[in-house]
């Protein structure tokens, strides 16, 4: 089975790069943005199986962010980041094409679990559509 290509987005320099060396010592390709236009932009050249969308940033927020991706990359999924105990996000995320949601703070295997669960997801829909 080929590696995971995720892309992380979030405005915390610091967590970008927490995140990214987890999951790279745990077979995951990551590769990590600013905000959410970069995202759009990186989208727009490299394919990613899924991505990890942080709900509140400057700019582009999370959810504007997701309208886009779902819009322009159906065979990509989006899991949401909230912060502060906002479940309402995480469910409005849901509600615009998310594949799922985790609060800030989590496990990094709860992650990776739902990473390899988006990343199935995305496969299955991919072959109903007969690679479309």
Known sequence: MSRIRVLVVDDEPDFLKLIGRRL????????????????LEFLSKTFVNVVILDVRM???????TL???RRRYRNT??????????????I????HG????????FLIDDLLERIRAANEHATLKQKVRGGA
Request: glycine residues 14%.
């Open 24 to 39: 790279e010592r745990r077979n995951v390709d990551v590769d990590v943005v600013n905000n959410g236009q970069e995202a």
């Open 58 to 64: 400057p700019g582009l927020s999370g959810i504007e």
């Open 67 to 69: 309208k886009e991706i």
């Open 77 to 90: 999924e989006v899991i949401m980041l909230t912060g502060h105990g906002s479940v309402e996000s995480g």
């Open 92 to 95: 409005e995320g849901i509600s």
């Open 98 to 105: 998310a594949y799922d949601y985790i609060l800030k703070p």
